[in-house]
């Protein structure tokens, strides 16, 4: 949604505005969207705590509130792009033979999903130039995702191997999405996916 | 082979100066590392083809005569961090089923090295934020590196396959020297050569 494209009320900067939509059931929501779109559209080091409560016409204080820092917000934002709560159960709950499947399965759909893509591509490029959006994701992607992953497997090295998962799905969005090398590029999902399940199935599993 | 780089036809742009160290044996290696260096701490936009003839103490003109336009030096600086030449038959010419491990070996060799680290980290850089930098990348890594590398794969789809090999060792290099996850970060790069080269291995043999 483009930043204040719903019209409803003035944004006004400096002090907390009365006519500014204040907390409510989908502020929280709404701030992450507009987070997502501003860190998408502006890079890390462009966006701003302020920006990102005009976009969600909320009041900055409230996005503090609910997250703190911008670098907790910027978090929150990669979080919101992998929804590790719902998902790791979800890969990790099933039989253990096609874990490596569903995992790739997850990754590239999270990537092929426009709306996804956008702003995990701007992450990727803002910790790629910045060294405190580099921290956020090494803190996120550690004890957040891989960790998660890590805890449900029965392999030595655990979070080592889930990394190794992961650089290999970083690496495939980057060559598809980012350079768009071809035929890696136009290749079909399940081509990918029918490669890449058995490489994550070795490291998250053993086998 | 490079525009230019047999050195027959002189291009000139502007009249080359008599106080800039002119041609010879080692001016093409010298313009080669300043152009790493221009490229590597600058960035691809900020780099200028006269930027790198000062920092090789030629004139503009030499640079042009050996390599061309902008992104054909950069095309040129990322070559001479692989090597693609000598190293593609290195990988290829041993025993087939040792590939997977020569072609990890040799990543992360290059990785692990920061003279060639940084300019690489540079070039990833610069691909993730700018077009002009992705499409000179696309161009080599497709016509260069990994078509060489697939021309001796006795699988299907071959390309695909050096591309999804390619990935992974881009992924880990980013996970590992740039966003610095742990325990990947700090990994014995033996340990991580023994995880990754089975997995290149079924990419280029299907073994």
Redesign the interface.
Known sequence: MTPGADGQSPRRRGRPSRTARTDGPDARTRILEAARTEFAERGYDKTSVRGIARAADVDAALVHHYFGTKDEVFAAAIEVSFEPALVVPAILGGSSEDVGERLARYFIGVWENPASRAPLLAI??S???HEAA?KV??GF??RRL?ERIAEGLDVP?P???A??A???????A???Y???????AS?DPE??IA??A??LQ??LSDR
Do not use: C, Q
């Open positions: 990727l490029r910790a790629l130039t580099a994701l090494r992607v550690l891989l090295d979070t080592f191997r990394e190794l992961a650089s290999h799905m970083i690496g495939i980057i060559l598809r980012v350079i768009r090398a071809e035929p890696l290749a081509k990918i490669m890449v058995p490489t070795r490291y």
